[in-house]
């Protein structure tokens, strides 16, 4: 079964607009982390924000913030006041437990293409 | 310099061939990865280490091994290289303490088997 789903394959953004993108995820596990990478046409991953399954309030990191609603299983990212350089793709990943055994293995989402319009 | 480095960067080979992959890097964390990412697709897990002599299979190992030289150096073989293994290869580490255990990457090598 699919772990991590992100179900928009592409998206148009008007530069200076805010834009979501949705992530739903499935887990058994009560301790797990979700994270959010940005992948510019360059091809490196670049960290961009992390939610664990425990924290109270909703993560955000200068123009990211992540909507995390547990009892959904969603952890959308929003990315306010795009800019052109926002145009990349953008993976969901999970880490589904911490103990040794599960190695913070992260499972990715296919991904999100957005393209910011100027 | 970058905290995690891969080489080659491009690579070409042809079927059959043995290539070896490299990662190396200077972060200090025990805990290191390689994935793979087709095009249009995330990345999937090839094979982890805890340490030097911890290491395991992830969803996609068949055809690949690894080797841990050391704390700093995790290497990606393929035995004998075939067209669908063309792929971009990504390594990653993470501490084994913190917050978020986050994964740093690599640049990635981009692999193409002809």
């Known amino acids: 079964a699919q772990k991590i789903t992100q179900t928009q394959p592409g998206m148009f953004v008007q530069e200076k607009e805010a834009v979501t993108l949705d992530c739903t995820y499935d887990?058994?596990?009560?301790?797990?982390?979700l994270f959010w990478y940005k992948q510019p046409s360059s091809g490196e991953m670049i960290f961009l924000i992390y939610?664990?399954?425990?924290?109270?309030q909703n993560a955000t990191e200068g123009r990211y913030s992540l909507n995390f609603q547990k009892a959904r299983k969603s952890a959308n990212l929003v990315i306010s006041a795009s800019q052109l350089g926002d145009s990349a793709m953008y993976f969901c990943?999970?880490?589904?437990?911490?103990?040794?055994?599960?190695?913070?293995?992260?499972?990715f989402g296919g991904g999100t293409r957005v393209l910011v319009k100027p | 310099d970058a905290d995690v480095t891969q080489t080659p960067r491009n690579r070409i080979t042809k079927t059959g061939k043995r290539i070896m992959l490299e990662c190396s890097q200077t972060?200090?964390?025990?805990?290191m990865y390689w994935y793979r990412q087709d095009p249009g697709l995330g990345l999937r897990l090839i094979y982890y280490?805890?340490?030097?002599?911890?290491?395991n299979k992830g969803e996609i190992s068949d055809g690949y091994s690894v080797s841990r030289q050391a704390q700093a150096k995790f290497s990606l073989s393929l035995e004998s290289a075939i067209p669908n293994q063309t792929a971009l290869y990504f390594c990653?580490?993470?501490?084994?303490?913190?917050?978020?255990?986050?994964?740093?990457f690599g640049p990635g090598t981009r692999l193409t088997v002809t």
């Open positions: 280490s805890f340490d030097v002599k911890d290491i």
């Open positions: 887990t058994s596990d009560q301790s797990y982390g």
């Open positions: 939610q664990g399954s425990y924290d109270e």
């Open positions: 990653a580490t993470s501490a084994a303490s913190g917050r978020s255990h986050e994964q740093y």
């Open positions: 990943a999970m880490r589904e437990t911490v103990i040794k055994a599960a190695g913070n293995k992260l499972t």
């Open positions: 972060k200090g964390h025990d805990r």
